[in-house]
């Protein structure tokens, strides 16, 4: 196991690799697809948090974490959060999810210790929570489905409020309202003024 590293090979998988096995869902979201549009919220969060200050190095490491974050799922695949809350319980430090993801991935083990208590840790976590409570709010199926999304978004808020404790100096704000945006709750809907805007005939 210790000489098993992600390659490339592995990445170009990553179109095939589908998450939210334990969720019924009207269609299969991939890894892929999750990990583009994490790395997207992170950078426009980054932006409307941390504005300008942020040097270029340091938002470019930080955006590539979040292009690779759940990469291990390459070869582990997505086991439902349930499984690992409950792994994590009964291992404590000695968690085998934690330490076989840094056998096959340690470069990745290495961005996410870098970024380790940092804003930019707490952004790209809210960058994953806010795709995950978007994907199951519009792809969830059933009643089930419906108890994980407002779970999941309890989750989002609760992360936000302990952003905001942690680092007070910071307006975290943005993150409720672009999640409200991405939603389509506030905002202009571009497909529509697009549609509106061709010629009938």
């Known amino acids: 196991m210790n000489d098993m590293k992600l390659n490339m090979q592995d990445i170009a998988r990553s179109g095939h690799v589908t998450r939210w096995h334990s969720v019924r869902c009207a269609r299969s979201q991939t890894l892929a697809e999750h990990h583009y549009l994490v790395t997207m919220i992170a950078r426009e969060l980054m932006i409307r948090i941390l504005g300008d200050e942020l040097p270029a190095e340091t ?6 974490y979040a292009l690779t974050h759940d990469a291990p799922e390459l070869l582990t695949g997505d ?4 499984l690992k ?4 319980e009964i291992t404590g430090a000695n968690d085998p999810l934690v330490r076989i993801e840094r056998e096959i991935a340690p470069e990745i083990a290495a961005r996410k210790s870098a970024l380790e208590g940092s804003a930019l840790a707490l952004i790209i976590k809210l960058a994953d929570l806010m795709d995950g409570c978007l994907f199951i709010h519009e792809e969830g199926i059933g009643r089930h489905a419906a108890l994980v999304a407002q779970k999941s978004e309890a989750a989002l808020r609760q992360k936000t ?3 905001q404790k942690t680092f007070s100096h910071l307006d975290w704000s943005p993150v409720m309202e672009l999640y409200s945006q991405m939603r389509g709750e506030s905002g202009a809907d571009n497909r529509l003024l697009f549609e509106r805007a061709q010629p009938t005939g």
């Open 59 to 64: 938002r470019l490491q930080a955006l590539e």
């Open 79 to 82: 086991l439902p959060s349930p």
């Open 85 to 88: 809350h409950r792994i994590a």
């Open 161 to 163: 409020e302990e952003a």
